[in-house]
């Protein structure tokens, strides 16, 4: 088991930043991908950004290409979202999620373990 728990969530002007957490504790955090997801009012669960094992690869989703950054602390068993230039679409619950094995990262399906999420509100 894989216990993940996100924070950082919060209420932002648009144009504002805010930083996501998520600790990771049970099983070794090594070899599990990590991934972002949110889901806004009234949308499905959609991708935003993952970080492979041990963190070499990155991959984002189109709509924040260039305005979020994904990056892990495995000594700290964390990864994090580094979120820049926000716009009130970006209102969302952000969830993160861990996945092993031969994987597609952009996949919800994909992961076997997801946090209880944290939410982001953008004010315009």
């Known amino acids: 088991q894989v216990q993940l728990v996100e924070s950082g969530g919060g209420l932002v002007q648009a144009g504002g930043s805010l930083r996501l957490s998520c600790a990771a504790s049970?099983?070794?955090?090594?070899?599990?991908?990590m991934g972002w997801f949110r889901q806004g009012p009234g949308k499905e669960r959609e991708f935003v950004a993952a970080?492979?094992?041990?963190?070499?690869?990155?991959d984002y989703s189109d709509s924040v290409q260039g305005r979020f950054t994904i990056s892990r602390d495995n000594a700290k068993n964390t990864v994090y979202l580094q979120m820049n230039s926000l716009k009130p679409e970006d209102t969302a619950v952000y969830s993160c999620?861990?996945?092993?094995?031969?994987?597609?990262?952009?996949?919800?399906?994909?992961?076997?373990?997801w946090g209880q999420g944290t939410q982001v509100t953008v004010s315009s």
């Open positions: 999620a861990a996945g092993i094995g031969k994987m597609t990262m952009t996949s919800k399906f994909s992961y076997g373990y």
């Open positions: 970080i492979s094992w041990p963190g070499g690869s990155t």
């Open positions: 049970g099983r070794t955090f090594s070899s599990y991908a």
